[in-house]
């Protein structure tokens, strides 16, 4: 069994504070996946930082540390989730120009 396109979507002020809740609501989807037996592919996992000071996280933060596995994530400039193209300045340029004939 897949889970794909699955996020986890947190709002937060500083670095320690988004490592912390994000690393949290893993270890409830790692639960829930060992429960339900579906697996999480940590090579496929990405994430990225949407940040509306520019310059103030999104240049320290280039992986995060998975608590519970010791393996990281790495961070992406642009996702694609349901057919959506996002990218870290919400600015849909790619997404805009996927979608142009």
Not at 86 to 93: G, K, P, V
Request: glycine letters at 4%.
């Amino acid at each position: 069994m897949f889970a794909d396109d699955t996020n986890i979507t947190y709002a937060g002020s500083a670095i320690a504070d988004l490592e912390n809740v994000v690393n949290s609501e893993l270890r409830k989807l790692i639960f829930w996946l060992i429960i339900n037996r579906p697996s999480l592919n940590v090579a496929k996992t990405e994430f990225m930082v949407i940040e509306l000071n520019q310059g103030i996280l999104l240049s320290r933060i280039t992986k995060l540390i998975l608590r519970s596995t010791g393996k990281s994530i790495e961070k992406v400039k642009e996702a694609k989730s349901l057919g959506l193209v996002i990218d870290e300045q919400l600015s849909w340029t790619r997404h805009i120009d996927q979608r142009r004939p």
